[in-house]
């Protein structure tokens, strides 16, 4: 017996959102007016094509923030990347007893 097996066909769609294929997202149409969504071929979830208008872009964005990137771009913009922890900066502490002067070290 081997160790493989060949399974399929499967008929599913790529996502587009502004243009840009979503990664790790794929859709396959049913009856019914519902679209089925998979996540990384392991989650899925059925959506009413009604809602299916509000659900995947921000399926989208959620998926470009885990890539780390600040959304999932727009249309005619590049991805731009995400800087959760910005540069630190000093911080110029006022001295009340002083009349609000900064504080002298």
Do not use: K
């Amino acid at each position: 017996m081997s160790d493989y097996e060949i399974v399929g066909p499967f008929e599913s769609h790529w996502v587009l959102v502004g243009g840009r294929q979503v990664p790790f997202l794929e859709a396959t149409p049913t009856n019914g007016g519902i679209v089925r969504l998979t996540l990384d071929q392991r989650y899925g979830l059925d959506v009413p094509v009604a809602d299916a208008d509000r659900v995947i872009p921000f399926i989208a964005d959620c998926i470009a923030v885990a890539l780390g990137y600040n959304c999932h771009p727009r249309v005619g913009a590049e991805p731009t990347r995400s800087t959760p922890f910005p540069p630190a900066h000093g911080i110029n502490w006022l001295d009340r007893a002083d009349g609000g002067s900064p504080a002298r070290a």
